[in-house]
């Protein structure tokens, strides 16, 4: 099993993550803006769908072969269509520039050391043309740290329609001692059939980096964007320092 590999959970993933508080958020930047939109670590299309549903010519990249294909199903299944490519956004090479880039649910924080995040900065600007915007979402680490405290916890129980039986989510995040800013999250998900009885137990293991203000926005400007806005959640209040998100609006500097 990979760090950061959801393949064991790729089946699984639209049952646990149903959220949809960021779609509107996308939608409404995307339309501000004119041309291609990439949007990257895209998993199973959770926010894609709605923006190519909303008329946004959108290319895709995730790493995981599992979660493109859940999507490519979805796409299927619902006529749309959009390029959807497996690479690492560290590696990104697509050859063509866009109007917008988006990483949506604070997936860049998987980006867990500075080279690497830097790299991946440098790619996505070389990948956006003159004046492009890429909108980045992390989570605010002074709020997201409360958790991360070793304590086996109970996430939420979801129902699984197709058997009658529920889903439940047990998450435990530690620090990792070598890098207290390097958060390792192990999520146990345990299938029960409608008795109650337990037929399926699988885990993942994620690491994300809790990346400060500050450190984020150094990191944005030496990879070449400047900062357009810093939203604390996605009714676009200002960030401050009890605000949930740091969702940074940047534009590539000339
Ligand atoms: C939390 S999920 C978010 C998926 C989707 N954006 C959403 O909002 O539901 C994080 C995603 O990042 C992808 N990922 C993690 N590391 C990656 C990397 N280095 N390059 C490309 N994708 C990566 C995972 O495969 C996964 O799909």
Request: net charge positive; charged share 10%.
């Given at each position: 099993m990979g760090i950061n590999d959801y393949a064991a959970v790729a089946d699984l993933y639209d049952i646990y993550v149903?959220?949809?508080?960021d779609i509107d958020f996308f939608i409404t930047e995307t339309k501000k803006i004119s041309g291609d939109v990439l949007e990257l670590?895209?998993?199973?299309g959770r926010v894609s769908i709605p923006l190519i549903e909303a008329g946004v010519n959108l290319t895709c990249v995730d790493k995981s072969a599992e979660l493109n294909a859940v999507f490519a199903k979805k796409l299927e299944d619902l006529g749309l269509k959009a390029e959807i490519h497996q690479m690492d956004v560290r590696e990104l090479e697509l050859g063509r520039q866009f109007a917008m880039a988006i990483i949506p649910f604070?997936?860049?924080?998987?980006?867990?050391?500075p080279v690497d995040q830097r790299k991946t900065l440098e790619r996505i600007r070389q990948h956006l043309r003159p004046g492009g915007i890429f909108i980045c979402t992390l989570t605010n680490p002074k709020v997201r740290?409360?958790?991360?405290?070793?304590q086996l916890r109970l996430l939420r129980i979801y129902p699984l329609p197709e058997t009658g039986g529920e889903l439940l989510l047990w998450i435990v995040e530690n620090r990792v001692p070598e890098d207290a800013r390097i958060v390792e999250a192990l999520q146990f998900y345990e299938e029960y059939d409608?008795?109650?009885?337990?037929?399926s137990k699988r885990y993942i293991e994620l690491y994300y980096r809790f990346t400060q203000r500050d450190e984020f926005e150094a990191l944005a400007r030496a990879a070449g964007f400047r900062v357009n806005a810093l939203y604390g959640d996605y009714s676009r209040i200002s960030f401050n320092e009890d605000s949930p998100f740091m969702i940074w609006v940047l534009e590539k500097a000339d």
């Open positions: 149903p959220a949809t508080f670590m895209s998993g199973t604070n997936s860049f924080s998987h980006i867990t050391s740290q409360k958790t991360v405290d070793g409608s008795r109650g009885v337990l037929f």
